[in-house]
């Protein structure tokens, strides 16, 4: 059949959420000959910051530690010890800051928002004997938001909306979020068990979006706050404007692949389904067995393309699923494989959650 299934150990390079060490600075000691106070440690704060990404901070502090500066000892040269300086996690914005336990510190949807997530100790006074007190020290989290579990990704074309409404329970609606200007429509699959998966079409992209060309890098933007990728395609190809080329269905995939890749190598590495979407007109059973053909060696078939249009890795499906908006036909076989392939990842992630916990505790007892 056409299912390739396929054994995903790791979701590759995309980073959506990140587990950091944090701790307040210690404060230094008071003077108890002179009654002098000593310095306060630093605090952390966590401050969002445009264009960055979790994985830019994963890469650039594989440690995942952040302390405040120590505070100061009094002496009798400076009988207030000087406060220790706060240390600044930068973060990207639309991201929400949790303990490790999953209580909400806040949230952070603007550039330069910012939020307390250890507080440094005390320095030493008279109050306390001269002793002073350690900064507080937690594992926090700090989690991309998502707009909804899965990201349609498709040329204007492709039948996108009518599919949304072919999938939904009730009519898509438009949502808004704090972090983010663009509205994208919403439908929500609702299953037999209660359980509810959300779709997500974004607006328009083109071929040349990582170009920046409108709303391509805003669309761009939005595909990462997704947990999979559904990409959509027309079955018998498609033609931009009359003056641009007509491209089959393989190449609008390599096109769509090329633009994810151009704007965010690491956004091909999320999990994602390929929906072949107008079964019901003439010719496509046969665009269809040639689709598959050319998805089951894309080297083969690559000279179709233009160079810079190849993309570096081409994405291999989960799952390849024929329908019609239009008629109805394979649309339940959609939401059950949509629904598989989130059961799939969330699995996934728990198990990588899981090992990173008991690597974290060996890293500890080792320390």
Known sequence: ?????????????????????????????????????????GDVWVVATKNLTLKMIKDRYPQKRFVGEAGSNSSVRALKGENGKDKEVFAPVGITVTTDNGRIIGDLNADGDRLLVAKGGSGGTSYSGFEPSKGQAKQIRLDLKLIADLGLVGFP?????????????????????????????????????????????LPGLIEGAHMNKGMGHKFLKHVER?????????????????????RSAFEAVQLLTKELELYKQELVSKPALLVVNKMDLPDAEDRLTELQEQLQNPEEFSDLLPADMIPKNYLTFRHVIPVSATTGFGIDHLKSCIRQ??????????????????????????L
């Open 341 to 366: 392939s989130l059961d799939e990842g969330a699995a996934e992630e728990s198990e990588a959650a899981h090992q990173e916990k008991l690597q974290a505790l060996r890293h500890q007892q080792h």
């Open 226 to 246: 997704t947990k999979q990728l559904m990409f959509v395609v027309d079955v018998c190809g498609f033609q931009l404007a009359s003056k641009t080329e007509f």
């Open 1 to 41: 059949g056409l299912h390739f299934s396929l054994v995903l150990f790791h979701y590759g390079n995309f980073v959506d959420n990140l587990r950091l060490y944090v701790r307040g600075g210690s404060g230094g000691m008071g003077l108890p000959r002179l009654g002098g106070k000593g310095g306060n440690g």
């Open 157 to 201: 074309n492709a039948g996108k909306s009518s599919l949304l409404t072919a999938l939904s329970n009730a009519t898509p609606e438009v949502a808004s979020y704090a972090f983010t200007t663009l509205k994208p429509q919403i439908g929500k699959l609702m299953y037999g068990d209660y359980k509810q998966i959300s779709v997500a079409d």
